[in-house]
Each structure stands twice: as structure tokens, then as C-alpha cells.
């Protein structure tokens, strides 16, 4: 099993940048695909990020890509979501989470979720 805590959001104008981080416990952080997600006010949580186990490897949402850089830290068992020319349509809860299996762009293929981080871009 692995735990998750989310860290780094907060209220930010459009154009801003902001630096989401995801603290893993577990010895076997490097063995899971890990997700970034986010839940808008009265919508269903969606996509954004992954970075698979492979280091190098991310996908991106098509709305966050060139904008949004998704990293990894297997030392610190730490996950990063760099967000830049923020929107204010990137409003809402960000959500880190961890599946050992294949990696997906739904949520329910993740059993691991941290307790998510505000992310609110004013215009």
C-alpha cells in the first residue's frame, strides 16, 4: 500500500505558475504509475497528468499540455505537477494517486488517493 499527501495549492491570478507536490510513503514508491487528477466544483474529477514508472515517460490532458509538467522524484518518493499560465479554468481540487498496475486516464483504475490540494485561478 502506499499513502499519499498533497501539498502546494493555493489562490493565484491567471498567468501565474504554481508547483503541486505529492509525498509517497512505502518502499515501493518507484513501482507505481502515479496520476494527477482534479475535481471542479459540480463536475466529475478528470485526467491530467501521469508519470508512469518509467521516469521519463508523462501524458498529458490536451488542455494542460506545454503548460502543465508532471515529474518524479524516486528518492523522495515525491510527485510533481509544475503548472504555468494558469487558467481559470484549471480551477479546482488536485488529487494525486497511485495504481500498481497499468496506468490510466480513469480514476477508477487508481486505488490510492491523497486528500487533495485547492488549486483557484482568479481572472
Known amino acids: 500500500q502506499v499513502q499519499l499527501v498533497e501539498s502546494g495549492g493555493g489562490l493565484v491570478q491567471a498567468g501565474d505558475s504554481l508547483r503541486l507536490s505529492c509525498a509517497a510513503s512505502?518502499?515501493?514508491?518507484?513501482?507505481?504509475?502515479m496520476g494527477w487528477f482534479r475535481q471542479a466544483p459540480g463536475k466529475e474529477r478528470e485526467f491530467v497528468a501521469v508519470v508512469t514508472t518509467s521516469v521519463d515517460t508523462t501524458y498529458y490532458e490536451a488542455s494542460v499540455k506545454g503548460r502543465f509538467t508532471a515529474s518524479r522524484d524516486n528518492a523522495k518518493s515525491t510527485v510533481y505537477l509544475q503548472m504555468n499560465s494558469l487558467k481559470p479554468e484549471d480551477t479546482g481540487v488536485y488529487y494525486c494517486?497511485?495504481?500498481?498496475?497499468?496506468?490510466?486516464?480513469?480514476?477508477?483504475?487508481?486505488?490510492?488517493w491523497g486528500q487533495g490540494t485547492q488549486v483557484t485561478v482568479s481572472s
Open positions: 494517486a497511485a495504481t500498481y498496475t497499468s496506468w490510466s486516464t480513469e480514476p477508477n483504475y487508481y486505488p490510492y
Open positions: 512505502g518502499r515501493t514508491f518507484s513501482k507505481y504509475n
